[in-house]
């Protein structure tokens, strides 16, 4: 078997490494990118993701610049207002509303949102179409040597490769940040997320919402229309045990269960997917970068699903490692480059993972006196204008 030389290695192609090969790829870099398991890109088969990714106004910016924006748009479905509603009293209805608008910090939405096997299926075509990626899914990453001058990477398959840079994209239990002797804080909560779409009769207007009462938010955010109607992506976070009952309940009764979790603000919803299940923690490498290794995405941060940063920010650490690679491209992966980029995302990154933390903390509580205290929170910061434009430059990442 014939040995590869690159000038990028990805191990992992998740949506944030086929996202990474793209964007280096149309650079003009040369990128293997590979990953064990193939991408699911149709909606309704087996291992389908059913969460949707809403891209914030920065991430559009890179995936202009990797060549898929234009494939992406016809899909989009804008997110204008992100409202929050608390319905943490004695019976589960709203009791507090407030509503972040776009329109009052920008002229675009927050950002657009899009089903992840939608977001795969475009992403593998780009990839497919670009000369400068090779993308090889089936085939991982066994092992890593690196050297001052380059990385040395066997591959399932038995072949090796040579690359100046190694960007581990491959998940929160990334084999290479480990060959790379890099650790990790994680915190766990004991919750876990069920992902699904739902059609509805009430027209959601571009409108995200995010619904509090206890054990994690339940959150509708905006998808095209399904089969004529209204539809939204659902995440709903709650104790671990709780949310895989309703994983398995039968799906009458799940929907009735929903709905009342909605508190009805939608109508009835009706399940338009399979259901999927998703394990929350939060977790921070303690590095970014080791020598010819540059990690991004989970490999760097697992965050909760909450105000649409996980995948955010694995654009951001995106955009930040290809403008260090365009500003000299001839030490590309050098000592100093990934120093800088350290430098440049772990502050940003510690303060998400930490901001992240406390909310999903906030939004699992349980007790009258603590949902109380939760909905004063909400108020008295949406009651003063420049703290509630900040909150939202600082949720899009443009402060
Ligand atoms: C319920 C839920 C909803 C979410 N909603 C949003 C949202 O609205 N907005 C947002 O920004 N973020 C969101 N996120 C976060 C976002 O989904 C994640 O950040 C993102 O999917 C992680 O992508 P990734 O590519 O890092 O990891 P993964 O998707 O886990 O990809 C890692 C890849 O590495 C591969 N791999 C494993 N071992 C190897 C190996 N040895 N060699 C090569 N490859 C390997 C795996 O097969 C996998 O394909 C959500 C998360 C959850 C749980």
């Not at 690196?146 to 239990?173: F, K, P, Q, W, Y």
């Not at 539809?231 to 895989?244: K, N, Q, R, T, Y």
Request: hydrophobic share 45%.
């Amino acid at each position: 078997m014939t040995d590869t030389t690159c000038d990028i290695l990805i191990s992992g192609g998740g949506i944030a490494g086929m996202t990474a090969a793209a964007a280096f790829g149309t650079a003009g870099f040369r990128v293997l990118c590979v990953d064990p398991a193939p991408p699911v890109i149709r909606r309704d088969d087996d291992g389908a993701d059913m969460r949707s990714t809403a891209m914030l106004q920065p991430a559009r910016r890179v995936l202009e610049a990797a060549g898929l924006w234009e494939h992406l748009a016809p899909h989009a479905a804008p997110l204008e207002i992100m409202r929050i509603v608390d319905a943490g009293g004695e019976t589960p209805e709203p009791r507090l509303t407030k509503d972040f608008k776009a329109a009052d910090i920008s002229e675009q939405p927050f950002g657009w949102n899009f089903p992840n096997w939608l977001l795969r299926r475009e992403l593998s075509e780009r990839l497919n179409a670009l000369e400068t990626v090779d993308f090889r899914p089936g085939t991982g990453t066994h092992s890593l040597f690196t050297r001052s001058r380059e990385a040395r990477v066997r591959l399932s398959d038995g072949s090796a490769v040579r690359a100046r840079l190694v960007i581990a994209a491959d998940g929160r239990n990334s084999p290479v940040r480990e060959a790379a002797g890099i650790g990790v804080q994680t915190s766990r909560y004991g919750q876990k997320a069920l992902a699904f779409a739902v059609t509805h009769p009430v027209a959601h207007n571009n409108v995200s919402t995010e619904i509090h009462r206890t054990g994690g938010p339940f959150t509708l955010v905006p998808l095209p229309d399904f089969q004529g109607r209204p539809s939204s992506a659902i995440v709903w976070m709650d104790d671990g045990p709780l949310a895989l009952e309703r994983y398995q309940m039968p799906v009458a009764a799940f929907e009735a269960a929903m709905t009342e979790r909605s508190c009805g603000l939608f109508g009835p919803l009706t399940l338009a997917s399979h259901r999927t299940i998703w394990p929350i923690i939060s977790q921070k490498s303690d590095r970014l970068s080791a020598e010819r290794v540059a990690l991004i995405a989970e490999a760097a941060h697992v965050v909760p699903p909450i105000g649409a940063q996980g995948l955010n920010m694995s654009l951001a650490d995106t955009a930040c490692l290809l403008e260090l690679a365009q500003a000299h491209p001839e030490t590309m992966g050098d000592r100093q480059m990934l120093d800088a980029y350290h430098t440049a995302r772990f502050r940003d990154i510690s303060l998400r993972v930490q901001g992240i933390d406390l909310l999903n903390r906030a939004s699992q509580v349980s007790t009258p006196a603590l949902r109380d205290a939760r909905a004063a929170g909400l108020q008295a910061l949406y009651a003063v204008a420049p703290v509630r434009k900040t909150l939202m430059q600082m949720g899009l990442g443009v402060r």
